[in-house]
């Protein structure tokens, strides 16, 4: 991290940086309401500083260092998806869904609620149509609150890590392979800065957060949990607004499971037996589904909270009845829901999408097994922004780029 960034840093350490400055406690929290209230881009900005003091600062090298949006790709569905520098140079990608992807549906918060009447058949999911039929003709070319935009909400999708270790074979992180964690303060800053550019006002416009995007957020478990502590308490964004997806890092879940502050979980499954998620996800080979479900059993849910499995649908490999049975198997009597996600196309992946009747049988069996069982609406594929299509801009010269990759 660098020692000089401010973005990322609680109230209480604020205060001890304060204080070790000389200065009383009440300028943190002059530093932390304009750093996550105000959402200030620079030091000089935060005006409730005496002049004097924000120049020391400023010659001490102190900087607030949010993530610069160094290219932004639209989708013809509203989808928006950014290529974000860090102070390094080291890029990673965020993506802006206005009215979100479904995947809130029936995880009994109140997001959920926001999303029940809005569903997605298999052949919408399959083909996109749904999503580009509704964001053709939107005028986006000036930024307003959401209202005026004509969305009711937003999702962001965050980074947690550049690139990723994990190697899921059918994710276009993976081929990045891990180059270093994100800071609370790069991971926390990717929301700010879309904020900003989105004018988001926190309390008057609905947000939701997904920690989908690039990287392994358990594999860098303190600086992911410090950046929910920015967002909840400094940002304002609840936690009941958040989820995690995680591929199944077991010392992951088990410290998630004693966490009072958290957001809520999705486990990516993506198989239904351990032979075909090694396959898919080698992890597996660590720590087994059987482990997994057992560690995520023993987190104490809150009321209405139920957790979310994530299933990338994979033609011909994972999308067959009996792989449905097998799941309904797995869950049987767990507070589960279950987001089917047709697999999103990238270059280079050797697998291709099921077919909408397969999708529906699919789901079809889950819901009659009596798990809640929704299809993830695609968005942004017409810009690679779509689960397991993140990849990261590879050459920033090139605008037309391939992008990032999602953890699901
Ligand atoms: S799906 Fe997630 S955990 Fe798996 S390789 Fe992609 S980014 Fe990493």
């Given at each position: 991290m660098d020692m000089h960034a401010l973005f990322g840093r609680t109230l209480p350490e604020l205060t001890e940086l304060m204080a070790g400055l000389g200065q009383k406690p009440y300028r943190a929290r002059q530093v932390f309401e304009a750093l996550y209230k105000q959402r200030v881009g620079s030091v000089e900005d935060i005006t409730t500083l005496p002049h004097e003091?924000?120049?020391?600062?400023i010659a001490e090298g102190w900087r607030v260092e949010l993530p610069e949006i160094a290219q932004t790709a639209t989708s013809v569905d509203g989808t928006e998806r950014y290529l974000m520098r860090m102070a390094d140079g080291e890029t990673v990608e965020t993506v802006?869904?206005?009215?979100?992807?479904?995947?809130?549906?029936?995880?009994?918060?109140?997001?959920?609620?926001?999303?029940?009447?809005?569903?997605?058949?298999?052949?919408?999911?399959?083909?996109g149509g749904y999503w580009s039929r509704r964001g053709n003709g939107r005028d986006r070319s000036n930024f307003?609150?959401?209202?005026?935009?004509?969305?009711?909400?937003?999702?962001?999708?965050?980074?947690?890590?550049?690139?990723?270790?994990?190697?899921?074979?059918?994710?276009?992180?993976?081929?990045?392979?891990?180059?270093?964690?994100?800071?609370?303060?790069?991971?926390?800053?990717?929301?700010?800065?879309?904020?900003?550019?989105?004018?988001?006002q926190i309390g008057k416009d609905r947000i939701n957060l997904v920690f989908m995007g690039m990287g392994e957020p358990f594999l860098n478990y303190e600086q992911f949990m410090q950046s929910v502590r920015v967002l909840a308490e400094g940002i304002g964004i609840p936690e009941s607004r958040m989820t995690v997806s995680t591929s199944g890092i077991l010392p992951g879940i088990e410290a998630f499971a004693k966490e009072t502050l958290r957001p809520k979980l999705a486990l990516s499954l993506n198989a239904s037996n351990d032979i075909v998620r090694e396959r898919v996800m080698p992890i597996t080979r660590k720590w087994n589904i059987a482990a997994l479900l057992e560690a995520v059993q023993k987190i104490p849910l809150r009321t209405r909270e139920w957790v979310t499995f994530e299933y990338v649908l994979l033609g011909g490999v994972n999308d067959q009845p009996e792989h449905a049975r097998e799941v309904l198997a797995l869950l049987d009597g767990m507070r589960a829901k279950v987001n089917l996600i047709v697999w999103n196309p990238g270059p280079g992946i050797d697998y291709h999408?099921?077919?909408?009747?397969?999708?529906?049988?699919?789901?079809?069996m889950l819901i009659n097994g009596g798990i809640a069982t929704y299809i993830r609406r695609p968005r942004g594929r017409d810009i690679y922004a779509a689960c397991g299509q993140l990849k990261r801009t590879v050459a920033e010269e090139k605008p037309q780029l391939v992008a990032i990759a999602a953890a699901v």
């Open positions: 003091f924000r120049d020391r600062l802006w869904m206005p009215d979100g992807d479904g995947g809130e549906r029936g995880d009994g918060s109140e997001a959920a609620e926001e999303e029940s009447s809005e569903v997605v058949g298999a052949e919408d999911a399959v083909s307003g609150t959401l209202a005026e935009q004509g969305f009711r909400r937003a999702t962001i999708c965050i980074s947690s890590q550049v690139g990723c270790a994990v190697n899921c074979q059918f994710c276009l992180t993976a081929k990045l392979g891990i180059k270093r964690n994100l800071t609370a303060g790069e991971i926390a800053g990717q929301v700010a800065a879309v904020l900003n550019r989105h004018k988001i999408q099921p077919s909408p009747e397969d999708v529906a049988v699919f789901q079809k």
